[in-house]
Structures are given as structure tokens and as C-alpha cells.
Nanobody, 122 residues
Framework: VQLQASGGGLVQAGGSLRLSCAASGRGFRNYGMGWFRQAPGKEREFVAGITRSGLSTYYADSVKGRFTISGDNAKKTVYLQMNNLKPGDTAVYYC????????????????WGKGTLVTVSS
């Protein structure tokens, strides 16, 4: 599975962005998908995940209620809708796929896309 993230950019605090993660290759429906982010000088952290069935989603506490992850199996694409963005959300965002239903652990994800930068100005 190859992953390509896009949709990052510069936005003011309180604004919104939608990230996309397009997958290519076989077996997309066999993978749980996740979004992670890495801010300057910090470790990469879990943001949101969606099970391979697409029926369940889960979030880091810091984004719960503001971010929404969703998937479109026909398009092999996973989205991250980010609303009410804060300067603390500034980071490079990565999408990832793994052969499980759900996980918040980076080590469980086998495939990673190149990140897309989100910058939130105050």
C-alpha cells in the first residue's frame, strides 16, 4: 500500500482544513487507517484512527470534538476534517495504514505516507 497525504496549508486560528490520504495498491479494505502528527521538536503522536470496517473512529483527547476522520473505500481515501484549529495543532501530519482493526501505536502501522504541513497562525 502506498499512501499520499495532501491538503495541508496555512490557516488562522479558528479556521478549518481537510486533509486527504489517497491509497494505492491492493488490500486497502484490509487496513485500519490513522493520522499522526509531529510538531517541531516533539515526538510524533496519534491524532485519529478509523477501523478497517469504517464503522468506528477514535481520537486523541486533544482533538476530540474538533477533528473528524472518515473514509471512502471506493476512492481508497481517508480524510481528516479539522475544525476550530489552534496554534498548537501546527505540525506535519502523516497518514498510516496497518493490518489491524484499530491502534493508537505507531509501531503497529506498516505503511506511512509523506507528511503534509499544517500551520495555524494566532
Amino acid at each position: 500500500v502506498q499512501l499520499q497525504a495532501s491538503g495541508g496549508g496555512l490557516v488562522q486560528a479558528g479556521g478549518s482544513l481537510r486533509l486527504s490520504c489517497a491509497a494505492s495498491g491492493r488490500g486497502f479494505r484490509n487496513y485500519g487507517m490513522g493520522w499522526f502528527r509531529q510538531a517541531p521538536g516533539k515526538e510524533r503522536e496519534f491524532v485519529a484512527g478509523i477501523t478497517r470496517s469504517g464503522l468506528s473512529t477514535y481520537y486523541a483527547d486533544s482533538v476530540k470534538g474538533r477533528f473528524t476522520i472518515s473514509g471512502d473505500n471506493a476512492k481508497k481515501t481517508v480524510y481528516l476534517q479539522m475544525n476550530n484549529l489552534k496554534p498548537g495543532d501546527t505540525a506535519v501530519y502523516y497518514c498510516a495504514a496497518g493490518p489491524f482493526s484499530a491502534s493508537r501505536e505507531m509501531a503497529n502501522y506498516d505503511y506511512w505516507g509523506k507528511g503534509t504541513l499544517v500551520t495555524v497562525s494566532s
